[in-house]
């Protein structure tokens, strides 16, 4: 059964960062693209950034470019989510999903995390 597992979520300050962590049991890692997507309160769910198997694609939805970074280490089976200067706006439920398909990853991904709350005070 594939799992993603994410971690890294918690309070943060407005102005602040945070760095979540996906761990993935597909293998090889490096044959999947990943990615992350938001789910606010009464809002549906937005895609935040995904990134190529091997690394060299990304891509940021408008809203979080030049404030977040997506990398990924497949020696760990592993995607990560910068998040720098983050505004109260970036509270949300963020899930790691993945697919074999980069493109995919954008709106239709094959495999889901259960989610990692981030919640920005300001």
């Known amino acids: 059964q594939v799992q993603l597992v994410e971690s890294g979520g918690g309070l943060v300050q407005a102005g602040g960062s945070l760095r979540l962590s996906c761990a993935a049991s597909?293998?090889?890692?490096?044959?999947?693209?990943a990615g992350w997507h938001r789910q606010a309160p009464g809002k549906e769910r937005e895609f935040v950034a995904s990134?190529?198997?091997?690394?060299?694609?990304?891509e940021y939805a408008d809203s979080v470019k030049g404030r977040f970074t997506i990398t990924r280490d497949n020696a760990k089976n592993t995607v990560y989510l910068q998040m720098n200067s983050v505004q109260p706006e970036d509270t949300a439920v963020y899930s790691c999903?993945?697919?074999?398909?980069?493109?995919?990853?954008?709106?239709?991904?094959?495999?889901w995390g259960q989610g990692t709350q981030v919640t920005v005070f300001s």
């Open positions: 597909l293998s090889p890692f490096s044959w999947y693209g």
């Open positions: 999903a993945a697919d074999p398909s980069f493109w995919a990853v954008r709106s239709m991904a094959s495999y």
């Open positions: 990134i190529s198997g091997n690394g060299d694609n990304t």
